[in-house]
T-cell receptor
């Protein structure tokens, strides 16, 4: 079984450009979570999505960041007009059921390392 | 908002020594999960604790959930070089709320042969 697939593994952007990070959840998983990790830090929750719906975006900056999980295709985390402070590793996780109700573990992808020049 | 604190941030041990990391939440948790992340890797789920006072073992690893469901610990007996990595606890606030986990900053385990 394929795990959570994230691409690209590494992404370099110049300030002001857009960054698009993709995440395909594990087969049979319909719940996707995005986290950001700074060096030597823990993971910070950004957004939780179910197919075609944003369930919780309380951890996502109000400006420049957006996320979607369309009916077909991967989940996309989009960062517009990137700044140096956006440099981080972005991890996607998926679960089969809603973890709040079912205490399901989350399965993580390998992450996208975003570097802003 | 909910905060999850982990100590120590770094722990150096000689191979064969024991290791413990502690996790404390500012709020009561519905459950706590532990993850391990190798350098350059992604977090890998280790275990979940749900019940007050719960203790679970995985070979040399022992996980505990406090009676008040606000703290937890991970203890590794007789560490091996394969145990190197960062150990994160992650909790979800009791009573619902955000579905995302709140992670501690992790404890980096460094093992000297």
């Amino acid at each position: 079984n394929a795990g959570v697939m994230q691409n690209p593994r590494h992404l370099v952007r110049r300030r002001g450009q857009e960054a698009r990070l993709r995440c395909s959840p594990m087969k049979g998983h319909s719940h996707v979570y995005w986290y950001r990790q700074l060096p030597e830090e823990g993971l910070k929750f950004m957004v939780y999505l179910q197919k075609e719906n944003i369930i919780d975006e309380s951890g996502m900056p109000k400006e420049r960041f957006s996320a979607e999980f369309p009916k077909e295709g991967p989940s996309i985390l989009r960062i517009q007009q990137v700044v140096r402070g956006d440099s981080a590793a972005y991890f996607c996780a998926s679960s089969r059921l809603r973890t709040d109700y079912s205490n399901q573990p989350q399965h993580f992808g390998d992450g996208t390392r975003l570097s802003i020049l | 908002g909910q905060q999850v604190m982990q100590i120590p941030q770094y722990q150096h041990v000689q191979e064969g020594e024991d290791f413990t990391t502690y996790c404390n939440s500012s709020t009561t948790l519905s459950n706590i999960q532990w993850y391990k992340q190798r350098p350059g890797g992604h977090p890998v789920f280790l275990i979940q604790l749900v019940k007050s006072g719960e203790v679970k073992k995985q070979k040399r690893l022992t996980f505990q959930f406090g009676e008040a469901k606000k703290n937890s610990s991970l203890h590794i007996t007789a560490t091996q070089t394969t145990d190197v990595g960062t150990y994160f606890c992650a909790g979800r606030r009791a009573g619902g709320g955000a579905d995302g986990l709140t992670f501690g900053k992790g404890t980096h385990l460094i093992i000297q042969p």
